[in-house]
């Protein structure tokens, strides 16, 4: 994938992401988000940054626990390596985040890491994320209980498929039948490199780990949209932080599981309506909330991506990022 192509990718998520943006605002009122726009305390803005980086800190170090754990991290410094992490936030916009494997093969360009051997990375890394929304989302479950049976079905359903990947028989035996398919002998020893990978990320005691990390990184994100929304106006309390977090991560997760680009729609939808039934909040206002939320969070992350992109390909004189972006099952030549 050449960056010319990358760039319409992301341009063509990032009119889809203004789409969502017009549309919700048009079913609230324009005017009065206008409005709350104007009347936001703006100088709070460093601070709701300066949360979401620290979110992409921590988890750039989880990246680089993973490295380490795999042994993928040879002759990769902490400059490649960082580099490397914030460039795959430019595919956040990608469904369910699965485009952000393009970092197994930036870390390829960098110390020829096969790419079924770094990519389960990227499972890993949404499977913990994942938890940890799940965690995070329990602390305020108490406050909306229409959202009890959702909760309760995605925590049954990561739970299952961690166990199914920890029983290795029966993923093996699965693959080992993918190899009686059409194209089965050729894919089959790559599923192999990528579960052995797997199975050791989600090793308990580097699940544990990994997924503490998670918490407390998205828990930055969560007191992000908190001090969102004080800058709207709403009074700082314990209990607005409890609100804060329990809508924050459960939007998130509800876009996760969408698996549409960014959770576009899904999550400004489901946060608009959380923030309306829990918080009390106008249609307007919980819009604006929204709105500046995702901007200081998906958005500048995609910003600080392509900004991260650019400088590699300078680094590594990549300007053409090859025919296609890899997948899990991608030969490692």
């Known amino acids: 994938m050449s960056l010319k192509t990358l760039q ?5 998520s990032l009119l889809l992401g203004l789409a969502v ?4 605002g048009l079913v609230s009122d324009v005017r009065e988000v206008a409005r709350d726009l104007r009347a936001f305390q703006w100088g709070l803005l460093p601070a709701i940054l300066g949360f979401t980086a620290l979110n992409y800190v921590l988890r750039w170090l989880k990246w680089e626990y993973y490295l380490r754990r795999l042994g ?16 795959g936030m430019v595919m956040a916009v990608t469904p369910g985040k699965l485009g952000e494997v393009f970092k197994s093969y930036l870390l390829r360009r960098v110390n020829r890491t096969p ?14 994320d994942g938890l940890a929304m799940l965690l995070l989302m329990a602390l305020g479950l108490t406050l909306y209980p229409p959202a009890r049976p959702a909760f309760a079905l995605l925590v049954v359903g990561t739970l299952l498929g961690i166990l199914v990947l920890q029983y290795r028989e029966l993923s093996l035996a699965m693959i080992n039948g993918t190899a009686r398919l059409p194209m089965g002998a050729r894919v089959a020893p790559r599923l192999h490199s ?6 050791e990320l989600l090793d308990w005691r580097v699940l544990l780990v990994s997924t503490l990390i998670s918490f407390v990184s998205w828990g ?50 489901s946060s608009v309506g959380l923030l309306v039934a829990i918080v009390g909040m106008s249609a307007s206002g919980a819009t604006t909330a929204t709105i500046l939320i995702r901007f200081c969070t998906l958005w500048f992350g995609v910003l600080l991506g392509a900004i991260a ?21 991608e030969a490692a030549g």
Request: hydrophobic content about 45%.
């Open 8 to 12: 319409g990718k992301v341009f063509a």
């Open 21 to 24: 943006v017009i549309g919700i």
């Open 72 to 87: 993928c991290g040879d002759l990769v410094g902490h400059l490649d390596s960082g580099l490397i992490f914030t460039s």
């Open 115 to 128: 790419v079924t051997r770094s990519a389960p990375i990227v499972l890993a890394e949404r499977l913990t």
């Open 194 to 199: 990528i579960y052995e990978s797997t199975r």
């Open 220 to 269: 930055f994100e969560c007191v992000a949209f908190y001090y969102v929304l004080i800058g709207l106006g709403s009074e700082g309390t314990p209990l607005l932080l409890l609100q804060a977090t329990f809508i924050f991560a459960a939007s998130t997760l509800f876009g996760l599981v969408s698996f549409l680009p960014g959770g576009l729609g899904v999550s400004e939808v």
């Open 309 to 329: 992109l650019v400088w590699f390909g300078r680094r590594y004189g990549a300007d053409d990022l090859g025919e296609q972006t890899p997948d899990p099952a």
